[in-house]
C-alpha cells in the first residue's frame, strides 16, 4: 500500500470510529434513559461544572431555547439543578448532581473504560506520542470547521 492509500484507509477508519462512537454513545444514553446526545451534553457539565444555561449554549452549539429544554429535562431526572448566581441574581447557573450522574452513567461505562485503558497501554510510548498529536491536531481541525461554519 502506497502512502496516499494508508492515508485514505486511516482516514475511513478515523470516520467509521468516529460514526461508532456515536452508535455506542446513542445505545449508553437509550439505557440511561436519554438520547445519546443529551447523555454526551451532560458529560459537559460533568467537566466543567456549573455554568450558566448561555455558557451551556456556546459550549455545545445549541440555541439558548435547546439549552433550556435540555435543561429541563436533565431537571426533571435530578440531574441538575437550577440556582441563583450569587454575585447576580438576574443569572441562572445550572449546577450539575454529580454523584447522581456518576451512579447513572458510569455502571455503563467501566468495562469500556478498562478495555480502552489495556489497549492504550499495550502502545509504546513512541506510539501513544504519535495518537496524541492524532488526535491533538485533530481536534484544531475540527473546532477550526466549527468556527469556520458558524460564522456563515
Given at each position: ?12 477508519q478515523s470516520q467509521q ?136
Amino acid at each position: 500500500m502506497n502512502k496516499q492509500e494508508k492515508v485514505t484507509s486511516v482516514r475511513k477508519q478515523s470516520q467509521q470510529y468516529a460514526y461508532t462512537s456515536i452508535q455506542m454513545h446513542e445505545a449508553i444514553g437509550r439505557k440511561a434513559g436519554m438520547s445519546g446526545t443529551d447523555h454526551k451534553y451532560l458529560g459537559f457539565l460533568l467537566q466543567r461544572g456549573p455554568m450558566t444555561a448561555g455558557e451551556l449554549s456556546v459550549l455545545t452549539g445549541l440555541t439558548t431555547g435547546a439549552v433550556t429544554g435540555l435543561i429541563d429535562r436533565f431537571e426533571t431526572q435530578g440531574l441538575v439543578k437550577r440556582q441563583a448566581d450569587k454575585t447576580d441574581r438576574r443569572k441562572v447557573v445550572i449546577v450539575p448532581e454529580t454523584e447522581k450522574i456518576k451512579a447513572l452513567i458510569m455502571p455503563l461505562y467501566t468495562d469500556f473504560q478498562t478495555g480502552t485503558d489495556a489497549l492504550l497501554a499495550s502502545f509504546s510510548a513512541d506510539e501513544l506520542d504519535v495518537l496524541y498529536r492524532y488526535f491533538s491536531e485533530a481536534l484544531l481541525l475540527m473546532n477550526a470547521k466549527i468556527a469556520s461554519v458558524n460564522l456563515k
